[in-house]
């Protein structure tokens, strides 16, 4: 069975950084697209960043733009999120997925993606 699982959580300052990552096991990244999503309490799950096939298209929810990096390494089966300059509203449990997408497609809906992981906190305090 196809497994994601996300690490590098944590209670941060704002302003401050963490780096997230996700390692998929029995699956090879190489023909997916990778997104980081995140839903805080009493919210719906939200889009943050995506990215395709060979890591040549990257986008980003808006209000993350210029602070978020999203990278793969498909030989390491990775995708990483670095989270810089953070705020209060990034709180939220992160989560990665994968979605069987062709070369240039960066699915930013939920539906898109049928693989998850268990989710990462991430605690903000301002």
């Known amino acids: 069975q196809v497994q994601l699982v996300e690490s590098g959580g944590g209670l941060v300052q704002a302003g401050g950084s963490l780096r997230l990552s996700c390692a998929a096991s029995r699956v090879t990244f190489g023909t997916y697209a990778l997104g980081w999503f995140r839903q805080a309490p009493g919210k719906e799950r939200e889009f943050v960043a995506a990215i395709s096939w060979g890591g040549g298209r990257q986008l980003y929810e808006d209000s993350v733009k210029g602070r978020f990096t999203v990278s793969r390494d498909n030989a390491k089966n990775t995708v990483d999120l670095q989270l810089d300059s953070l705020k209060s509203e990034d709180t939220g449990v992160y989560y990665c997925?994968?979605?069987?997408?062709?070369?240039?497609?960066?699915?930013?809906?939920?539906?898109?993606?049928?693989?998850w992981g268990q989710g990462t906190q991430v605690t903000v305090s301002s």
């Open positions: 997925a994968a979605a069987s997408a062709t070369v240039s497609s960066v699915p930013t809906r939920a539906t898109g993606y049928g693989i």
